[in-house]
């Protein structure tokens, strides 16, 4: 009698082809044979090579945490990123997690384990991303229904659901470590998506998994390591390509589309906001050479909206005006110490933008009516991110020290608005405040000023629940001991010199 294999059995039964009636917590076939009954985590239902085969993927298959050259984020204080197995969250009783399917749209049973972390994925780490209900509820109605249908995406959002339960110190799920998980669905999914991207299946699924792993990649951080910039280059080479913009949009739901354009920012500020040597600035170019003379130009026109964007939790204008002091710092990197005329008109511009919000603060574009409390979270949030931009034009384009009048100015204004917010909570404007609290750190050169950066970069924690944030902190420490050792008591040194010799890449959104 032919041998017929189990697809959904214990592995025993896999290996040897055959029929497993899949009782646990041991099958008849192990039961009777006194084997060992062991099942795995399986949720790969598309092809995976260029045979149209299903890619065969082991639950312990590779470490979490992968070593680099350099100083490593091991060396943060014991128990920052190893810690003991806490508790695991309560699965949600809310509309939202009743609605999770126990089988995917083909049939495929979606497991306990998986629909845990589903639910953690559209109920915490949703939310952790989102500066207003609105948003989180945008993204979930968006991605949920795709994700379902999508083995490419499904996988990447249950990896970034497993980081987060990671990242909180919980290491196991229904009795499965989570490390296994996370590798299980490294090792199934990204040839998932390889194989669609190499089959040219261009869509809007596409791009949120790439930034689904960008962020999987952001959650699970180590210093010295940058895997997740590999995912933000893929999503650039999708939409220079034009790529995903071939497919019309009229089949996409109005779901999706509204989740894909809070994405479509997530990438923008990704691109924009985090520290990166200048040594590997040129893995950031389109061509991987060095910007040429048209990629040198700075556009200097207002961008097209001043209001604040409900994702970002700033606007689109602010956005544009760190992307230009970026090009205009790295231009400048060769040692000349003289600002720029293009440095002062992006002075003289930031200020007026300041100006003009504190006359009659900018509209609030999202999909939802505000609270009052909410509409000042979103005012204070863009005045908060003005600030920093400002302080990023005295230091990168002015290289003005710490300790020199307009910083210090700004940094007041700083902590008097951040004083002023709601902190700690998920879908509130806080989990924005990465960029701003980095930067107001960078520049604290008193230990009231230093002890204020990191009770504020705490209560990011709170509600990012991030390794990349513990990343920040530990950043900030080196600074300051490195500035101390120095003797630079008004912080003369730059912070983006040190972190070069320290071997940082700071993600900042």
Not at 419 to 433: E, I, L, N, R, Y
Not at 440 to 447: K, R
Request: net charge neutral.
């Amino acid at each position: 009698m032919p041998a017929t294999r189990s697809r959904q059995g214990c592995e025993e039964c896999r290996r040897r082809r055959r029929k497993c009636d899949e009782q646990k917590p041991g099958c008849g076939q192990c039961s009777a044979f006194n084997r060992t009954c062991r099942y795995t985590l399986r949720l790969v239902w598309g092809a995976s090579g260029r045979n149209g085969s299903v890619r065969k993927s082991s639950a312990g298959c590779q470490p979490l945490f992968r070593g680099s050259q350099g100083r490593h984020a091991a060396d943060l204080d014991e128990g920052t990123l190893v810690q003991q197995d806490r508790a695991l969250p309560e699965m949600p009783t809310t509309e939202l997690a009743s609605s999770l399917p126990r089988r995917l749209p083909n049939g495929i049973p979606l497991s306990p384990t998986y629909r845990r972390l589903l639910s953690y994925f559209t109920g915490d780490i949703l939310a952790s991303l989102s500066c207003h209900p609105s948003i989180h509820q945008d993204l979930r109605q968006g991605l949920v229904p795709v994700t379902l249908e999508s083995p490419q995406l499904m996988s990447a959002c249950l990896a970034l659901s497993a980081a987060g339960f990671l990242s909180r110190g919980v290491l196991s799920v229904d009795g499965v470590e989570i490390s296994k998980i996370l590798g299980h669905l490294q090792s199934s999914g990204l040839p998932l998506l390889r194989s669609a991207l190499e089959t040219g299946q261009m869509s809007e699924t596409l791009l949120a998994t790439c930034l689904i792993w960008c962020l999987t990649d952001v959650f699970t951080y180590r210093q010295g390591t940058s895997s997740w910039r590999i995912h933000l280059q893929g999503v650039r080479a999708l939409l220079d390509g034009d790529m995903a913009r071939r497919r019309s949009t009229a089949s996409s739901s109005s779901a999706l589309r509204s989740a894909m354009k809070h994405l479509h920012q997530l990438y923008l500020s990704l691109q924009t906001l985090p520290y990166i040597p200048p040594s590997e600035i040129s893995e950031l170019t389109p061509s991987g050479h060095a910007p040429t003379e048209t990629t040198r130009k700075v556009n200097l026109e207002p961008a097209p909206s001043p209001a604040i964007d409900g994702f970002l939790g700033y606007s689109d204008e602010l956005l544009e005006v760190l992307h230009q002091i970026d090009q205009l710092s790295r231009l400048s990197s060769d040692g000349a110490t003289q600002p720029s005329f293009e440095a002062d008109v992006l002075l003289g511009k930031i200020k007026a933008m300041i100006s003009r919000d504190s006359k009659s603060p900018p509209a609030i574009a999202i999909g939802s009516p505000l609270s009052p409390e909410y509409g000042r979270e979103f005012t204070l949030c863009h005045q908060v991110f003005q600030q920093a931009t400002l302080i990023h034009v005295y230091r990168r384009l002015y290289h003005l020290p710490s300790g020199s009048r307009p910083i210090q100015y700004a940094v007041c204004a700083m902590q008097d608005m951040l004083s002023s917010m709601s902190q700690g909570q998920p879908c509130h404007t806080w989990v924005a405040m990465a960029m701003p609290l980095f930067t107001l750190g960078c520049e604290a050169f008193t230990e009231e000023q230093q002890g204020f950066a990191l009770d504020k970069v705490d209560k990011l924690e709170e509600c990012i629940r991030s390794l990349h944030v513990r990343i920040i902190r530990q950043a900030l420490q080196d600074i300051w001991r490195v500035r101390a050792s120095l003797g630079d008591c008004s912080g003369e040194l730059c912070a983006s010199q040190l972190l070069e010799k320290l071997d940082y890449n700071i993600i900042l959104f």
